[in-house]
């Protein structure tokens, strides 16, 4: 199991004027092994898009390391990180804010095929680009043609070709699904994991619920306004969920088969996120937790591993 790329307590403030920190990811730390899907999971707002684009180098970083094949991210050369960008991807939650209308689904997908100079000649970027549109499910025939004259389906997989048009190793999928009616959330995450083992990928998979990244990731870290809670293999989740915060999350998913009676009693969590300017002191998640005590208002629960590869941050079991 090789490490592929190692988030080491990482933060990301953002400085807004008067004083005031907005600490959007206030040290997170988790490693993603090659070829695996780690979910990363949380409310909007909780962090995770901001730790996707600080991993890909898109925002410095306030404190942390983020490691590539043990290489720091943001202490990369310009060629390293000219590599680091063809080597990690990024895909979307809306395809048609992120494709270009007045473009051919040929140019944007030859794009970074042409940025990268990969290939030399019109054909060989045209062949190219046919070879990913069937990747995806597409075909030649949709080469010529504009994002607006396709389904939110079909933006998405234009999204994923030009994704994957400079062979990447690593895809952080910002809620690729999201958008996407019911019935084609499943297509796509189908064809998610077609590509994934086709190609050797790895996936860091965001996500605001738990409902569908149950079935494509192989560990979960479940965040909370800038801190991770919990990090454990979906399983794992699903059968013991120990953070409180996890466990209103997995009894909000609706139960698909009538047929199964055990049904998780359902966790409302009173009050709203609070602020990420003013974050609670203690446990962050203290605001809203069912099971809070003193403590939490007074300690910042520790980061401890409660059973083998099964990380909490809380105070029922520090
Ligand atoms: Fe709830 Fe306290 Fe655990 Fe935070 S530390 S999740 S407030 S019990
Ligand atoms: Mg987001």
Redesign the pocket.
Known sequence: EKVLLSVQDLKRHFEIGQGETLKAVDGVSFDIVKGETFGLVGE?GCG???A?RTILGLYNKTDGNVLFEEKNVHKMSDRERREYLKKVQMIF?DPYASLNPRSTVLEIIAEPIEVHKLYKSKEEVKSRVYELLEDVGLNRDHANRYPHEFSGGQRQRIGIARALALDPEFIIA??PISALDVSVQAQVVKLLQRLQKEKGLTYLF?A?DLSMVKYISDRIGVMYLGHMVELTTSNQLYDNPLHPYTQALLSAIPIPDPDIEESRERILLEGELPSPIKPPSGCVFRTRCPQAMSICAEKKPVWKEQEAGHFVACHLFN
């Open positions: 909007s995770k898009s901001t996707g939650q910002d809620e965001i605001h």
